[in-house]
């Protein structure tokens, strides 16, 4: 069968959502299907607007694992870094009202402006399923459903939903404009990350059953067996070692992370702080002005390898990442493959699956005060330490490997084209 897969962005690129989408294109390419991707050549989220930040340095076209690869040129038009952000600020704004999808669907199409996408998903087809992903960059999927739509193919969508903390209305108007929702009602199947994006989808596709919860996954073997005295002697820590995994942004907790180890130390306690991850803009500015004893414990590693992130999770204590747009949080997995506690911020999502694992301990989002807590609890309980690992580790083995979430995948395109997909 054929299938023609679309994200924002591919591999080499190691976010959430885009291992995800590997990980189920690459199964399904082993199991016989011919699978395309079609993604952009983004590698920084912030080239989707701003042409001077880090596109990605792979082929336009490879045969990456089996899965034929087209990564599409984003071009930037004049000013686009503040048309991208100002037209997106009007239409969370214009969604309270009660407006027609149309325009937003016109004005999307900019966010980002990628004129050759619609011929590489046609170079993919005909194809039985169209699959695509992530409601908060939504004009691609929007895109591969209307091409889908037009060639006969099954059109399935991974909306990766960021809710907010609870009740979150700004996080929740800008991913149900009235071009969203359209898109979230059309698709003949919806994947979901938890059960709490589940029931916020339901509503929105009026009880529909054909909503099924995949979670995400790890590679126990690929993020483990790191060298945890390598790690330390790169970055020279001591005492005890925090990491965070993720883009160096706001919304990530990474401020309030880096504020609440600076507040610890500064009370004589040894805690050191390593952030992996791209930083973006906002974050630079705001860790350049620190002073230079604040900045003295925060190690900035930026993007890694595979091989130098596996150090980082065998060195840590404890893996912190507070924030409030994970929509299901892989790096907590990869935590607790290497039987390391979790610090999360306490949203739907993380609730659900930090909270119900007994891995972690959940924070309030932008609290810098009770980050600093959960912290320092740490750090004065090596048991509990070792408890919540193992107790994270359990829960990942039994239900978030890859193998376990790619076969929840395949059985909903079983069930679309209704014809068995991987045996």
């Not at 046609?122 to 399923?129: F, I, K, T």
């Not at 702080?273 to 500015?285: C, K, N």
């Not at 230079?292 to 590693?301: A, C, N, P, Q």
Request: charged residues 25%.
């Amino acid at each position: 069968m054929r299938f023609v897969h679309v994200n924002h962005r591919y591999a080499p690129f190691a976010g959430g959502s885009e291992r995800w989408m590997q990980e189920a294109s690459e199964v399904l390419a082993r199991a016989g299907h011919d699978v395309t991707v079609v993604t952009t050549n983004a590698f920084d989220l912030e080239y989707m607007w701003d042409r001077k930040r880090e596109c990605v340095h792979a082929p336009r076209n490879e045969c990456l694992n089996g899965v034929n690869v087209e990564r599409v040129p984003i071009t930037h038009l004049p000013l686009s870094s503040l048309g991208f952000q100002g037209s997106r600020r009007v239409m969370g704004e214009l969604s309270r009202m009660p407006l027609p999808a149309w325009p937003f669907r016109a004005i999307s199409r900019l966010q980002p402006f990628v004129p050759s996408f619609d011929a590489a998903v046609e170079r993919g087809l005909p194809a039985d399923l169209v699959h695509a992903t992530n409601v908060g960059i939504e004009s691609l999927a929007l895109r591969a459903m209307r091409i889908a739509r037009a060639h006969g193919a099954r059109f399935v969508l991974t909306p990766f939903i960021h809710l907010g903390v609870d009740g979150d209305p700004v996080a929740r108007r800008y991913v149900s404009m009235p071009h969203q929702l359209e898109l979230i009602r059309s698709a003949d199947a919806v994947m979901v990350m938890t059960e709490a994006e589940g029931e916020f989808v339901q509503q929105i596709r009026g009880g529909r059953g054909d909503i099924v919860v995949t979670g995400a996954g790890v590679d126990i073997d690929e993020v483990t067996h790191g060298k945890p005295e390598r790690l330390r002697q790169h970055v020279s820590s001591r005492g005890f070692v925090v990491g965070s995994i993720g883009a160096l942004a706001q919304d990530k907790g990474t401020f309030d992370l880096a504020r609440a180890v600076i507040d610890l130390r500064r009370s004589g306690h040894e805690i050191e702080l390593l952030l992996v991850g791209p930083p973006l803009r906002s974050f630079v500015r705001w860790y350049t002005d620190l002073s230079d004893t604040e900045r003295e414990g925060i190690h900035v590693l930026g993007f890694v390898s595979a091989a130098f992130k596996r150090d980082v999770l065998a060195a840590i204590d404890v893996m912190a990442l507070p924030s409030r747009t994970e929509s299901f949080g892989i790096v907590y997995l990869e935590a607790w493959a290497n039987r390391v506690p979790v610090i999360a911020a306490d949203t739907p999502a993380t609730r659900e699956l930090v909270g119900t694992s007994g891995g972690g301990l959940l924070t309030p989002f932008g609290d810098i005060e009770a980050i600093a807590g959960a912290l320092l609890s740490m750090m004065r309980s090596p048991e509990t330490r070792k408890a919540m690992g193992a107790a994270g580790f359990e829960m990942t083995c039994q239900r978030h490997t890859w193998e376990h979430v790619v076969r929840r995948v395949a059985h909903v395109y079983a069930d679309v084209l209704d014809v068995e997909v991987l045996g």
